[in-house]
């Protein structure tokens, strides 16, 4: 069965610093990978996907993540975090079945202090 | 367009009472979820939808029924609710690689 790890339930940078949001999942076949982000009390946005094609994806807000195969992971960057990326992030898998169910990792928490 | 919608967006159920939630799409897609969220766990899939008239089990579904009569509805109801159903419930809607979430319906079972 896959699954995804994101480690580190909870991460704080000071506005500036890079971030780094860890993924790794696991699944027999390359799966299709996502980033999500939700702001308090809304529903989830999607920051970025990866499909097929370039492993080195960009996203919105001045996210990227990068599908490195051999390590199993998807991890999330940004040069420069903003007061504004304050939020929880969740990094989910789909086994590209067919029918696009999506497996979530618990999720990490990103706080930005001044 | 209005993209995923769900009413209700709070409810308070005592033990053993039953309700339903809505979910609205109006982006004609054809697959359609419903998540359960709760802290530290992430989302879990309850049941999904590949079209209209068909539904299917996702990882958590006891407790829970579906029924998608209309290919813009996606209906998720439980028949007597349990303190362990407290979460907040997230309808998806997708195209053939993405899911677009709802706002959610925070629900509290005492």
């Known amino acids: 069965a896959q699954s995804v790890t994101q480690l580190g339930s909870h991460v704080s940078v000071s506005e500036g610093a890079l971030v780094l949001l860890r993924c790794n999942y696991s699944?027999?076949?390359?799966?299709?990978l996502f980033w999500y982000v939700q702001y308090p009390n809304q529903g989830l946005q999607l920051l970025l996907k990866?499909?097929?094609?370039?492993?080195l994806v960009k996203g919105i807000n001045g996210f990227e993540a990068e599908f490195k195969k051999s390590e199993t992971s998807f991890h999330l960057t940004k040069p420069s975090a903003h007061m504004s990326d304050a939020a929880e992030y969740f990094c989910?898998?789909?086994?590209?079945?067919?029918?696009?169910?999506?497996?979530f990792g618990a999720g990490t928490r990103l706080a930005v202090h001044p | 367009n209005a993209g995923v919608t769900q009413t209700p967006k709070f409810r308070v159920l005592k033990t053993g009472q039953s309700m339903t939630l809505l979910c609205a799409q109006d982006?004609?897609?054809?697959?359609m979820y419903w998540y359960r969220q709760d802290p530290g766990m992430g989302l879990r899939l309850i049941h999904y939808?590949?079209?209209?008239?068909?539904?299917a089990k996702g990882e958590v579904p006891d407790g829970y029924n579906v029924s998608r009569l209309k290919k813009q509805n996606f209906l998720l109801g439980l028949e007597s609710a349990a303190p362990s159903q407290t979460s907040v419930y997230f309808c998806?809607?997708?195209?053939?690689?993405?899911?677009?979430f709802g706002p959610g319906t925070r629900l509290l079972v005492l």
């Open positions: 990866y499909t097929t094609g370039a492993t």
């Open positions: 998806a809607s997708s195209t053939w690689e993405t899911q677009y």
């Open positions: 989910a898998v789909s086994p590209a079945d067919g029918y696009n169910k999506l497996i």
């Open positions: 699944s027999s076949v390359p799966p299709y």
């Open positions: 982006m004609n897609h054809e697959y």
């Open positions: 939808s590949v079209g209209e008239g068909t539904t």
